[in-house]
């Protein structure tokens, strides 16, 4: 045996996947994206993500499990939580007690919220006040335009939905940063100094309300413009959800037009892959089922969140409706046989910031989707560790169905670290695993993925619900 035979034989070794690809494929792959950066566009709030996915469950068939009393094989049923999460599912041959197949992603991102009391004048410009949410690099937030969603409930119970700066004729908002020419000292300061919390504080306008004789009259006159459009009152902002986000839409990024640049990919991208992975499997053996949540980015500590009981309840309607002697050990039962992809996002090794992570274990744009054994920090804090045996399990459901997938850690052992919902889903005694798309400039305004990595998650989602 030749040296280069034994290397075939024994080593393991990923190549980018374009390499061999056929044109149909290739075709198929960027096809797959338009649809992708057009969710990106629809849904850039976690209320919105959950708007598109019940338009689009609606449309494939899908119906509001509260309106079915018995559920039988091959029924598409979807219910939402307090309209931040969702949960489909695609009733299976097999009895829920033997399991499902579950896709959990998260639809929230980070951003900046509006505090409860968010507008103020200073210096005859009219600002709201923000408090981020999520691990954000506050500096890169400053110098780009904005866009205002959010979701206003009225004195009268009335709820008024907000959306300003994504239509071409609307107007923008914006964070500023100081010129150069007088930043001497904010550059030597530590970059999470260089714009402080406080500072990002969006723009809204220059023009007072006509009548000298009262005080920050830019304040009210911004005030009467809301009142006008929407009808709200200061007061309204106390209940209010409103979130600042980049108003750039997503893009195709580079000559070769190989990657997608938007905001919000961190979950979305998993989100939507999981979703049309759902829609695109006809009744499987299993129950299918995909689910879509909040909060993620906080902890997921919220009714709407992976922590939430709400998806051990809908598991319950489920086996309710779908069995003659409902007990609670159905539900255990299904818990325990269950398989769960956590399908979120990593980081795809940066040749530009290599020095934080490992080559030999690192995940590469254009490799496939990534799968984790485990993620965490330090001394693998925060993670659910899955056992060998799902490992292999999940590696071979990915190969037999052609699917092009690799491993990474999320960067060097000691540089850091993050977790998913997978350890939420672990304490259900659900085996789970990690699975997702490779991202560059996670967590900034406008993150970067690979075309064919999103591919092979669509690919790779398909396959485990079939499994
Ligand atoms: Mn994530
Ligand atoms: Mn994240």
């Known amino acids: 045996m030749t040296g280069e035979e034994l290397q075939k034989k024994l080593l393991y070794t990923k190549k980018n996947g374009y390499y061999d690809i056929l044109d149909s494929e290739k075709k198929a792959i960027f096809d797959f994206c338009e649809g992708y950066k057009d969710f990106l566009n629809e849904g850039k709030t976690e209320r919105e993500c959950i708007r598109y996915a019940i338009n689009q469950a609606e449309k494939n068939g899908f119906v509001l499990l509260e309106s079915k009393d018995k559920l039988n094989k091959g029924d598409k049923v979807y219910t939402v939580n307090r309209d931040k999460s969702i949960l489909l599912a695609v009733i299976g041959e097999k009895p829920m007690q033997e399991g499902t197949r579950v896709v959990a992603a998260h639809v929230d991102s980070p951003r900046l919220d509006l505090k409860q009391n968010p507008l103020y004048e200073n210096t005859e410009i009219a600002y709201f006040k923000t408090h981020y949410y999520g691990g954000i690099k506050k500096y890169q937030w400053p110098t780009i335009p904005l866009s205002i969603h959010g979701t206003i409930i009225k004195e009268n119970g009335e709820k008024v939905y907000l959306s300003i700066g994504e239509k071409e004729s609307d107007p923008v908002f914006c964070i500023t940063d100081l010129l150069p020419h007088l930043a001497q000292s904010q550059m030597k300061g530590e970059a999470t100094k260089l714009i402080e919390g406080e500072k990002l504080n969006v723009i809204l306008g220059t023009i007072p309300f006509d009548d000298d004789k009262i005080s920050d009259g830019v304040k009210l006159n911004i005030l009467k413009l809301l009142n006008d459009a929407y009808g709200i009152t200061e007061k309204d902002f106390v209940s209010a959800e409103i979130e600042i986000v980049p108003a750039f839409r997503a893009k195709d990024v580079g000559l070769d037009l190989s990657l997608v640049g938007g905001y919000g990919q961190d979950d979305r991208v998993c989100a939507y892959t999981a979703l049309k992975a759902l ?20 902890g997921s500590m919220d009714a709407t969140g992976m922590c939430s009981r709400f998806f051990e309840n809908m598991l319950a309607e489920l086996c309710a409706k779908t069995e003659d002697n409902y007990t609670d050990l159905s539900l255990r039962n299904t818990l325990t046989n269950t398989f769960c992809l956590s399908s979120d996002v ?3 090794l940066d040749p530009c910031f290599d020095n934080v992570m490992e080559r030999n274990n690192s995940s590469y744009l254009n490799k496939g989707v990534c799968l984790m054994k485990y993620t965490g920090a330090r001394g693998k804090s925060g993670t659910s560790d899955c056992s060998c045996e799902f490992v292999q399990k999940i590696t071979s459901v990915m190969d037999d169905a052609g699917v092009v997938w690799q491993t990474g850690e999320l960067g060097k052992v000691d540089e850091g670290g993050g ?26 305004p406008f993150e970067i993925a690979s075309k064919f990595d999103i591919y092979q998650a669509y690919k790779g989602y398909k396959a485990f619900y079939k499994c």
């Open 346 to 348: 990593t980081a795809a």
């Open 279 to 298: 829609f695109d499997t006809d009744c499987a053996e299993y129950t299918t089922i995909c689910y879509l949540v909040d909060k993620e980015e906080t």
């Open 419 to 444: 977790g998913t919902v997978a350890q939420f889903l672990a304490v259900l005694n659900i085996q789970v695993i990690d699975c997702g798309v490779p991202l560059l400039s996670m967590h900034s």
